[in-house]
Nanobody
Framework: QVQLVESGGGLLQAGGSLRLACAASARTFSNYNMAWFRQPPGKEREFVARITRSGGTDYADSVKVRFTISRDNAKNTVYLQMDSLKPEDTAVYYC??????????????????WGQGTQVTVSS
């Protein structure tokens, strides 16, 4: 069982930056492929970024260049650095984990563990 706890959400103006963190309880955190998803108000949960256990990364087109996912295995933590934020980035952001290495892992169904989410609100 893995517990994930997100932090770092908040309210900010467009153009600003924010860094989210997700702390994992897993003893073998380095074995997990980690991802960030988000759920805008009234919409489905959508893929944002993934980092594999070997450090490979994938991004949704909407956040490519602006967002950076990274991990620190010594701290059992995955990060999401978000720059040049836009109002359309407003959402609850969720951390997710799986030991399965999918070629493409953009569906929430491909992840086994989830955090409780952290709210990010970007005003115009």
């Amino acid at each position: 069982q893995v517990q994930l706890v997100e932090s770092g959400g908040g309210l900010l103006q467009a153009g600003g930056s924010l860094r989210l963190a997700c702390a994992a309880s897993a003893r073998t955190f380095s074995n997990y492929n980690m991802a960030w998803f988000r759920q805008p108000p009234g919409k489905e949960r959508e893929f944002v970024a993934r980092i594999t256990r070997s450090g490979g990364t994938d991004y949704a087109d909407s956040v490519k260049v602006r967002f950076t996912i990274s991990r620190d295995n010594a701290k059992n933590t995955v990060y999401l650095q978000m720059d040049s934020l836009k109002p359309e980035d407003t959402a609850v952001y969720y951390c997710a984990a799986t030991t399965t290495l999918w070629i493409s892992a953009v569906s929430p169904r491909q992840y086994d563990y989830w955090g409780q989410g952290t709210q990010v609100t970007v005003s115009s």
